[in-house]
């Protein structure tokens, strides 16, 4: 919020240094973010009347002009033609200095001296979008009542001091002149001088009687007036309303639009002024929008309509978007005679969402959703007419419509001066916490031996005693608080179980090689279609979000892969030939669609390489690696298949017969859509909530074997879909106790062995807890495994 402390001066006597302001303002809550001095190097301008102007002898192009500046008589050579005799100008003096430093002297132009120079409303430094086209392309012609000999700079307020705070979106109230100035009295305990409004309606037609106003939408839209004001002359406003406009960031445009933008600006409550004449059946309906509608607003840009858009429409259609932008079917022009001034009140979370929508952000809509006070919107409604009345700009009409069914009535809170202090560890009086929420226009009463404060309803963000508290902590001065130790033991945090798990996993896998990533946990529909997942498949069941930045971030994520997928290829962009990856994130898996309860928030372990060097069983073995590390028993892998990864090359996991997640070659299709198409990338993912809760936290210690072990070899040929692991678990079984480790130590296929077949070979540890065993025992239950073995796999031994 950029505040003129010119016009700030208006509303509260301060006489300090600007500096010394934006410091005060900043410790009481208002962050002064700059301090900028706009015509403060214009030096020696004045106000001048031409009395005669005659051609230049020697040129056609040039005007030799005689210049009443007050004291004397001026010769100044122009080429500028939009003058003639009795016009007011602004003159630069022999040595005067105008925009951009340059210094004006008293020189020889085609033979005859030029005692200063006419200046132009860009050699001031002023905008001139609100003027006239002569005016733009010459020089600025002022007022016939602008006063000879005059400094310019106090004529129009061309010098000021402009500073710009940074509002917190709770105190929309501050995003005004009169807020800010309201802050200043508070915060320097000084008058704060009210806004007077004399509105004199001298028309005898009353607004009721030529307009309708219907609020279908009411829930959002509380309040909605609107005055009328015929007779309407458009023409620039006076230019010390158009250099307040400039120095707060607004560019000035008409006599009426300036003032609405000038009261909103004032009183923060944003105007809309629409040409009564172009609304239809002299009608004003504040309602959603439909499916299909369209609107062409200020900014010349077609516009299509949701249905959870607030419009103002008349019985056409949509005139103007609520509280962010008119439409130009209804602007007002040149040719407008009948303003119809609309003052309201709109829900502020539905102009955010239109406003972010739309991508379309404007002064409205930035104090419109951080929520307006609406009993504000009739002051400001009177304050417009009252300035129209003033600068003759039009004719205000008796009464306005006002809808305004709900009125907001201010709130009653108790005043505890002990618990306060209590809060701030203050000694502070009861007499001065009421001053200070006075100065701030909280008024005190007391009722049955109990103090009470009135909230204005201009301070929607005071709820409660700790906001008095926080009221009078800022104005009493945060440095003015005393400084404690804390007064409770202070305790060692320490982290859970899963905590210290997680960050197991953690160190493990970066010992492996790993770098850890994080992804965005929002996603985009089409990752799916990259993944090749099957269109009735329960991964693409996803939560949509309701605001998205974008269609690429518009889902929550059912699975990590995506997010993987695309740092592997980033990193491949990069020149990156060794890829190990893995992530630590949630997704999230709705009940039902559409939703009616928050999602299962699941968490997952990503892991991923893609190195030429690296296959299939290096990310298998890094994965055994982090089981054993997690001391998990009962872990199997067996083949499997999946969406995304490729056929035959992919792995199920399970421990104690639950699925923990996949593990696989990512199929070529997935790697094309990804843009990796001469890449190979393995990745795995694993259910961690499973993992956590399998892992055990326990260490165990058992006694070293005292009788010694047997080792006995068996080399098998099954048929090539038979696997390993199968074999190993059937194995196991059969030994018993006495088994205490099998191995594969050896996988043939050649010459020796059929087409279609494989030899394993195994290698198989004895020991028995209580005693040495003998080669009879050993050899009886040896050829009792291989029995079973053969038998259960349909195999022969290898001879």
């Not at 509260?12 to 190097?41: C, F, H, K, Q, W």
């Not at 005059?150 to 501050?174: A, Q, S």
């Not at 929008?289 to 858009?309: F, H, S, V």
């Not at 969402?353 to 006070?373: I, V, Y």
Request: glycine share 8%; aromatic share 6%; charged share 30%.
């Amino acid at each position: 919020m950029k505040v003129s402390l010119k016009w700030m001066r208006e509303y509260v006597n301060y006489d300090g240094r600007p500096e010394e302001l934006a410091r005060r303002l900043t410790m009481s809550g208002s962050n002064a973010e700059s301090i900028e001095y706009p015509g403060r190097d214009i030096k020696s301008v004045v106000v001048g009347e031409i009395i005669k102007i005659g051609k230049h002898p020697d040129s056609d192009k040039l005007l030799v002009t005689k210049v009443n500046v007050g004291h004397r008589v001026l010769q100044i050579v122009t080429g500028a033609r939009n003058i003639k005799e009795g016009d007011r100008v602004a003159v630069a003096l022999p040595g005067a200095v105008i925009e951009g430093g340059i210094e004006i002297k008293v020189q020889s132009i085609k033979g005859l001296e030029s005692q200063g120079m006419l200046c132009s409303a860009k050699e001031l430094g002023l905008d001139d979008s609100g003027l006239p086209e002569d005016v733009k392309n010459g020089l600025l012609i002022l007022p016939e009542d602008a006063p000879v000999g005059n400094d310019i700079k106090d004529y129009i307020g061309l010098e000021d001091v402009v500073i710009d705070f940074e509002i917190t979106p709770n105190r929309p109230d501050c995003l005004s002149i009169v807020g800010m100035a309201r802050e200043a009295a508070a915060t320097f305990n000084i008058p704060l001088n009210p806004l007077s409004i004399n509105l004199k309606e001298e028309s005898v037609e009353k607004v009721p009687d030529i307009v309708n106003v219907t609020v279908e939408a009411g829930d959002l839209c509380k309040r909605y007036i609107a005055r009328i004001i015929k007779d309407v002359k458009i023409k620039p406003s006076p230019l010390w309303m158009q250099r307040r406009l400039q120095v707060c960031g607004i560019r000035p445009i008409n006599n009426i639009v300036d003032i609405t933008n000038y009261v909103m600006l004032e009183l923060g409550q944003p105007l809309h002024a629409f040409d009564y004449d172009k609304l239809a059946g002299c009608s004003i309906i504040v309602r959603r929008g439909k499916k299909g509608e369209t609107i062409t607003t200020l900014d010349g840009k077609l516009r299509e309509i949701c249905e959870d858009t607030l419009v103002i429409a008349d019985k056409k259609g949509p005139v103007a978007l609520a509280g962010i932008m008119g439409g130009a079917e209804t602007e007002v022009t040149s040719e407008t005679r009948t303003v119809l001034l609309e003052s309201a009140n709109f829900w502020g979370p539905n102009i955010r969402r239109t406003s972010r929508k739309m991508g379309l952000r404007t002064e409205a809509s930035q104090r419109f959703e951080k929520g307006l006070d609406p009993n504000l919107a009739a002051v400001a409604a009177e304050r417009a007419c009252e300035l129209i009345e003033r600068l003759g700009a039009g004719r205000v009409l008796k009464g306005c419509v006002d809808v305004y069914p709900e009125p907001v009535l201010p709130r009653k809170l108790p005043l505890r001066v002990d618990r306060i202090n209590a809060l701030l560890g203050t000694e502070i009086s009861r007499h001065q916490m009421i001053d200070i929420l006075e100065r701030l226009g909280i008024k005190s009463l007391e009722e049955s031996d109990q103090t009470f404060v009135v909230i204005p309803t201009f301070r929607a963000d005071i709820t409660q005693e700790a906001d008095l508290a926080e009221e009078i902590a800022r104005i009493y001065g945060y440095d003015n608080l005393p400084s404690t130790l804390p007064g409770s033991i202070a305790t060692c945090g320490k982290l859970n179980r899963n905590q210290k798990l997680t960050n197991e996993i953690k160190q493990t896998l970066m010992g492996c090689g790993f770098s850890e990533i994080y992804t965005y946990s929002f996603i985009s529909p089409s990752a799916f279609d990259a993944l090749r997942a099957p269109e009735d498949h329960e991964v693409r069941r996803a939560v949509k979000i309701i605001n998205p930045l974008g269609e690429e971030h518009s889902i929550m994520r059912t699975t990590l892969l995506p997010g993987i997928l695309e740092v592997i290829k980033l990193n491949l962009n990069q020149k990156r030939e060794s890829i190990r990856i893995f992530e630590l994130g949630t997704v999230y898996i709705p009940r039902q669609i559409p939703l009616k309860e928050l999602p299962v928030e699941k968490k997952k372990l990503g892991v991923a390489i893609c190195d030429e060097n690296l296959d299939f069983y290096y990310l298998k073995g890094v994965i055994e690696t982090l089981l054993l590390k997690l001391k998990i028993r009962g872990a199997v892998f067996y083949p499997g298949e999946h969406f995304s990864l490729h056929p035959g090359r992919t792995a199920t996991i399970s421990i104690d017969g639950e699925i923990a997640g996949f593990i696989g070659e990512v199929h070529p299709d997935v790697m094309e859509n990804y843009g990796m198409e001469d890449k190979r990338a393995y990745v795995a993912e694993l259910d961690l909530d499973l993992l956590l809760d399998r892992s055990q936290t326990e260490v165990k210690f058992k006694p070293l074997p005292r009788f010694p072990a047997a080792d006995r070899d068996v080399a098998i040929v099954v048929e090539e879909g038979v696997t390993a692991g199968s074999i190993m678990e059937a194995i196991k079984e059969a030994g018993g106790e006495v088994l205490e480790n099998v191995e594969l130590f050896d996988v043939y296929r050649g010459n020796q062995i059929p087409e279609g077949y494989k030899s394993l070979a195994f290698s198989l540890t004895y020991r028995a807890k209580d005693r040495t065993l003998t080669d009879e025992e050993i050899n009886r239950l040896h050829g009792n495994i291989t029995e079973c073995i053969l038998k259960k796999f349909n195999g022969r031994l290898r001879e």
